[in-house]
């Protein structure tokens, strides 16, 4: 799983372009690239580990639905 994170062949537009094509691969990439910088952000804001598990959790969850909503080229 390291390798993932460590993609750098591939720019986080590309990633959301292929996650708009429901890409699972490219969602894995993207959510190892920023699932700690999201729940750190969230862990400073609300203070409870466990809610900002949850939030971050959400987030992502979000993300990838409305990106599979959207056209792959905007």
């Known amino acids: 799983k ?12 590309s990633l959301l372009k292929r996650i708009a094509n429901n890409d699972e691969n490219a969602f894995t990439v993207l959510y190892a690239r920023y699932h700690r910088l999201v729940y750190s952000i969230c862990l400073g804001v609300i203070g409870s580990k466990e809610d900002a598990e949850e939030i971050t959790q959400e987030v ?5 639905t409305s990106l599979g909503k959207t056209s792959p080229d905007n």
């Open 2 to 13: 390291a390798a993932l994170s460590l993609n750098p062949g591939r720019s986080d537009l």
């Open 60 to 64: 992502f969850t979000t993300a990838a």
